[in-house]
C-alpha cells in the first residue's frame, strides 16, 4: 500500500490503541477539525489506519462519508458506480485497454471508490493526484488522471454531477525523465558484436527500419517485397491483459504505412517460407519472438558488455537519428517512424536534425551578402 502524502495545510491524524473493560480491544483515531479534538472509534486497525489515511488524502468530511457507505450499508451512487457504469458503455476498445481502466479502478482509485459521486470535488482530486506522484511518473498520472476525468465527464453528461472536478486539477509535467539515447555506428557495432548469432538480424532490422518492435515481431514474410524493397506495415501485437497478446493494427493510422528498407537487411532474411508465416521467429524454440524473451537473451547482457544503459526501443530512436544527420527531412523521418503528428518527430529528434537548420541559416546569409 502506498504512504498517503500529505498536502500542505492538510488534517493530519493519529491511531491509539485501547483495552476494553469486556477485553477487546479498539482502535480510535484522532484529529483536529475546526479546533476541536475529533476521534472515531474502530474494532481492526485495519479499518482505523484506513479512515486515517482518507482523512489525510482527502479531509474529514470525505472520510466519514467512506465509512458511513462501508459500514451502515448506504445506498449511494459512488465513485465506483460511475466507473463500472462508464465501464460498461464503451465501446470500440481493445481489451487490453479495458484490462488497463479495470486496473485503476481497482488499485488507483479503490480507496476513492467508496465516495459519493457528488463529494468527488477538485480537492479530492489533487490529493490523489499527489498520492500517485509518490510512485509515478508525470505520463503515468496523466493517463489515470484521464481516465477519472472521462468518467466524470460522463457524469456530468448524464447530470449526476454539475461539473467535472478534473477540470480544475494540475498535472505534473509529462516530461520523461528518461532521455531517448541515439547509438553511434560505433556503440551500435559493439552491441551487435555481443547479441548472440540467431538475433542478430532482428537486432539489425530493428535500427535499419526504426519500427517499433511490436511491428517488426507481426511481419509476415508476404509483407516484404525483395524486389522493390518495401516492406507493408498492417499490424502489430497488442497488450491484452494477459500473458499472450494479439494480432491488431499498429497504434495509429499513420502506423499502417510502407517504407523501404536497405537491400542488404532483405538479404539476411529467410523469404522461401509461405507468406503467412512470422518474418521473425523465435531463434530458440520457434513460433513468435516476445519482448521479455527478446530483452532478456538478446539484449540485457549485449549492452551491459558494451557498457550502455539503453533499451531495445533505443534502436528506434538511433535509426531516426542517423536519418536525420545524414540529411533527410523530418516529415520524410515521421512518415517512415509512421507518426500521426509531425509535434512528436519534432518533439523527441528535432535536436538532431540540424542539417536543416544549418539549410535555414545559410538561406538567410545568402539573402544579407
Known amino acids: 500500500m502506498r504512504t498517503a502524502r500529505v498536502l500542505v495545510g492538510a488534517v493530519k491524524a493519529s491511531i491509539h490503541s485501547r483495552d476494553n473493560t469486556d477485553g477487546s480491544r479498539s482502535w480510535r483515531v484522532r484529529w483536529r477539525e475546526h479546533g476541536k479534538q475529533k476521534t472515531a472509534t474502530f474494532l481492526s486497525p485495519e479499518s482505523a489506519e484506513r479512515f486515517r489515511l482518507n482523512i489525510e488524502r482527502y479531509g474529514p468530511d470525505q472520510a466519514k462519508l467512506i465509512e458511513g457507505v462501508g459500514v451502515a450499508g448506504e445506498k449511494q451512487y459512488t465513485l465506483r458506480n460511475a466507473i463500472d457504469d462508464h465501464l460498461a458503455a464503451l465501446t470500440g476498445i481493445e481489451r487490453g485497454t479495458i484490462v488497463t481502466y479495470e486496473r485503476y479502478r481497482d488499485r488507483d482509485l479503490a480507496d476513492m471508490g467508496a465516495l459519493p459521486l457528488e463529494t468527488v470535488t477538485d480537492t479530492v482530486v489533487a490529493a490523489w493526484l499527489a498520492d500517485l506522484a509518490e510512485e509515478f511518473s508525470g505520463k503515468t498520472i496523466a493517463n489515470k488522471h484521464g481516465f477519472l476525468s472521462a468518467v466524470m465527464g460522463r457524469a456530468v453528461r448524464e447530470g449526476r454531477i454539475p461539473s467535472n472536478p478534473c477540470d480544475r486539477t494540475r498535472l505534473p509535467r509529462k516530461d520523461s525523465e528518461r532521455e531517448p539515447v541515439f547509438l553511434t555506428k560505433t556503440?551500435?557495432?559493439?552491441?551487435?558484436?555481443?547479441?548472440?548469432?540467431?538475433?542478430?538480424?532482428?537486432?539489425?532490422?530493428?535500427?535499419?527500419?526504426?519500427?517499433r518492435f511490436g511491428e517488426a515481431t507481426a511481419l509476415r514474410v508476404g509483407d516484404v517485397d525483395p524486389d522493390s524493397g518495401l516492406v507493408r506495415i498492417r499490424r502489430a501485437w497488442k497488450f491484452?491483459?494477459?500473458?499472450?497478446?494479439?494480432?491488431?493494427?499498429?497504434?495509429?493510422?499513420?502506423?499502417?504505412?510502407?517504407?523501404?528498407?536497405?537491400?542488404?537487411?532483405?538479404?539476411?532474411?529467410?523469404l522461401d517460407r509461405p507468406a503467412d508465416d512470422l518474418l521473425f521467429v523465435d531463434p530458440d524454440r520457434g513460433g513468435r519472438v516476445t519482448y521479455p524473451k527478446f530483452r532478456h537473451t538478446a539484449w540485457k547482457n549485449a549492452v551491459k558488455a558494451a557498457g550502455l544503459r539503453a533499451t531495445p526501443h533505443d534502436l528506434r530512436h538511433t535509426c531516426a537519428s542517423w536519418m536525420l544527420k545524414a540529411g533527410v527531412p523530418i516529415h520524410v523521418v515521421q512518415a517512415h517512424l509512421g507518426h500521426e503528428s509531425i509535434t512528436t518527430t519534432i518533439g523527441v529528434y528535432g535536436h538532431v536534425d540540424r542539417a536543416s537548420h544549418e539549410q535555414a541559416a545559410a538561406a538567410v546569409s545568402a539573402m544579407l551578402d
Open 187 to 211: 556503440q551500435f557495432a559493439t552491441v551487435l558484436s555481443s547479441v548472440p548469432d540467431g538475433w542478430k538480424p532482428l537486432v539489425r532490422w530493428l535500427v535499419g527500419t526504426g519500427m
Open 240 to 270: 491484452t491483459g494477459t500473458a499472450e497478446p494479439k494480432m491488431s493494427y499498429p497504434k495509429s493510422k499513420a502506423g499502417r504505412r510502407d517504407i523501404n528498407v536497405p537491400a542488404t537487411l532483405i538479404a539476411e532474411l529467410d
